[in-house]
């Protein structure tokens, strides 16, 4: 918003100075400051070129994030599973309900975790494998994946 004054120039005279054409800016800064237009054309000109130059210097640099957590591979990719491994099939479930542990827990892929979940009830239905319990021979076998049993 510009108002005149007294004088019949521009107020507030910093919020318009960018504004108005360079030759309005002298004749103003120098009815103001009373400082010859060529030592403030200097003073805007280098105050334009640093403003440039601090923009190009403070963009952000392209880096990859630190915090991200490294891919986790699949740790059953390079075995078959079979519905007769009772004892790799019993990592996967409950040692207390019998319930199959779900893909967020067991840390497999998504076709490995059908596998699985199809060779466990394949030796359930075929008597391989109890449907309520894991089989107490296998209670201490060191865990394949990161799950954390309550003892």
Not at 3 to 11: A, D, K, S
Not at 104 to 123: F, N, W, Y
Request: charge should be positive.
């Amino acid at each position: 918003m510009v108002f005149t004054g007294r004088g019949g120039g521009l107020w507030p005279p910093a919020r318009n100075m960018f504004n108005l054409s360079i030759a309005r800016v002298f004749q103003v800064t120098c009815f103001r400051t009373g400082f010859p237009p060529s030592s403030s054309a200097l003073a805007l000109r280098t105050v334009a070129t640093t403003q440039q130059d601090a923009k190009i210097s403070d963009m952000p640099i392209k880096m990859d994030n630190p915090y991200k957590q490294p891919q986790k591979g699949c740790i059953l990719c390079n075995v078959s599973v079979d519905f007769k491994n009772v004892q790799l099939l019993s990592q996967f479930i409950s040692p207390h309900t019998g319930r199959i542990y779900g893909r967020h827990i067991t840390g497999l892929c998504g076709q490995k975790q059908r596998e699985v979940t199809k060779a466990i009830k394949r030796a359930r239905s075929l008597g391989f494998m109890s449907v309520t319990l894991k089989d107490p021979q296998f209670m201490k076998d060191p865990n394949i994946c990161d799950i954390k049993h309550l003892e």
